[in-house]
């Protein structure tokens, strides 16, 4: 029974850090994970960005503000032709990366607003690099709501 308590004990701390009803542990809204490892993701690439009330809004709430607004849409356009098409193709029918035109996700996660972010953000697997140190995170949202925009289903 002593041989155990060790393991009792860090399951104890895990849940108070989880903090009251078990929430995620963010500090103020969602709690954002690196898709590899499902830790905390740290928000530190770009210090200098602007962090606008859009993102301050997602970070809140985990809903992207710009989802259905025409010039973050445009913005997001360019975005995506500059840095992803390459990969997922100008229509989103994939090629070296996953299609995008679909509502079927590899991981449920990748499905929602908030899973496109931490992989547009941290990458993810395969050839999927890391943007958060290239896009503020302001037009990874814009870059998420065109994404949304490719979805045939």
């Known amino acids: 029974m002593h041989r155990r308590w060790p393991a009792f004990a860090g399951i104890i701390a895990a849940l108070l850090a989880l903090g009251p009803a078990g929430s995620s542990g963010a500090q103020n ?3 954002l994970l690196d898709p590899l490892t ?5 928000l530190e690439q770009r210090p200098e960005q602007e962090i606008t009330p859009a993102v301050e809004h997602f970070q809140s709430t985990g ?3 710009y989802v259905g607004d025409p010039q973050a849409v445009a913005e997001g356009k360019t975005i995506y032709v500059r840095w992803c098409q390459s990969c997922h ?3 989103g ?3 070296i990366g996953p299609n995008l035109d679909d509502s079927r996700w590899q991981y449920p996660r990748t499905g929602t607003d908030q899973g496109k972010f931490e992989i547009i953000y ?3 697997a395969g050839a999927m ?3 958060g140190n290239r896009l503020d995170q302001d037009e990874i949202l814009k870059l998420v709501a065109f994404v ?3 979805q045939k289903e």
Request: net charge negative; aromatic share 4%.
């Open 29 to 31: 809204g969602i709690q």
């Open 38 to 42: 499902n830790e905390p993701l740290a």
């Open 63 to 65: 809903e992207n503000p």
């Open 89 to 91: 193709m100008p229509d």
């Open 93 to 95: 029918s994939g090629r």
């Open 122 to 124: 941290a990458g993810g």
């Open 129 to 131: 690099q890391a943007f």
């Open 148 to 150: 949304d925009t490719l």
